[in-house]
């Protein structure tokens, strides 16, 4: 079942939690970041990291896990609700873009109702890209949801968003809401594509996050990405490529970075 927003705000523990989140990958596990940067006056209260393993830094904070594939030798899909409940997650995020990695909405749809389902957390349906070609992103989404009729139980949709503009950002959000506006919102992965400089992500992140703070049916929201320009050029060749450097959160010493600031704002 989807929850209402309500129930969304009286879960314990998370009533005062802000929207404010970390996209951790897992190389920072070879780094000396801290999370706390960012989480210690709680301007930042979740934090998930593409895996089902609770990261060594995890500070207080909402940790969720991510079955990002449907099975993977670091995320085994047999180890999904043991790590869940000796974790501790508040959330789980399915399929990791399924409309982009060659993952039909039916497939996805069978393996949601097997895994996801049964457990008794919230639960966000499989993260869409916001591609506007046929068949994926809203449209993947939407077909989803038409083959679940109803019977995929969660609690928010999930969206990544990479473009040029906060136009371009805020018109796809509003399209979300549009088309499905009974649902709560979770933009798990947003931020603009390359070349963009650090300053001008910081001011992108700056004016995206003061717009999603004022929405109702925004609950969660995680700028892309809680590492360093070093680490990500050094591990994620596809997302230098794609979004580049000027959004990364830490400094290659670990100090946060303008574009990190914006969320301390």
């Known amino acids: 079942m989807r929850l209402v927003a309500v129930a969304f705000l009286t879960i314990a523990g998370i009533a005062s939690a802000s929207k404010r989140g970390l996209a951790w990958p897992w190389f920072n596990e070879q780094s000396n970041f801290d999370p706390i940067r960012f989480t ?23 940790f969720i896990g991510m079955q990002a594939t449907r099975d993977s030798g670091a995320s085994p899909i047999r180890e999904l609700h043991n790590r869940w409940r000796t974790q501790g997650w508040t959330d789980v995020f399915s399929l990791n873009e399924p409309d982009q990695n060659g993952i039909s909405p039916q497939d996805a ?27 994926m992103g809203l449209d993947w989404l939407q ?38 506006p009974q649902e709560n919102i979770v933009i798990s992965e947003f931020s603009l594509v390359a070349p963009a400089s650090p300053q001008a992500q910081a001011d992108f992140f700056r004016q995206a996050i003061s717009w999603l703070d004022g929405i109702g049916f925004v609950v969660m929201y995680f700028p892309f990405v809680a590492t360093s320009p070093g680490m990500l050029s050094a591990h994620d060749g596809g997302a230098i490529s794609h979004v580049g450097t000027g959004g990364a959160l830490f400094d290659n010493d670990g100090s946060v970075s303008i574009a990190g600031k914006s969320l301390l704002m």
Request: with cysteine; charged share 15%; net charge positive.
């Open 143 to 180: 077909s989803f949801m038409d083959i679940c009729k109803g019977h995929c139980y969660h609690d928010y949709i999930n969206l990544h968003w990479y473009g040029s503009t906060f136009a371009q950002f805020q018109a796809h959000i509003n399209d979300a809401h549009k088309r499905f």
């Open 40 to 62: 210690s006056e709680g301007k930042v209260s979740w934090m998930y990291n593409w895996e089902t393993w609770r990261p060594a830094k995890t500070p207080n904070v909402n």
């Open 109 to 135: 749809v069978g393996w949601y109702m097997q895994w996801i389902n049964p457990m008794t957390i919230r639960k966000g349906l499989p993260a869409v890209t916001s591609s506007t070609n046929r068949g």
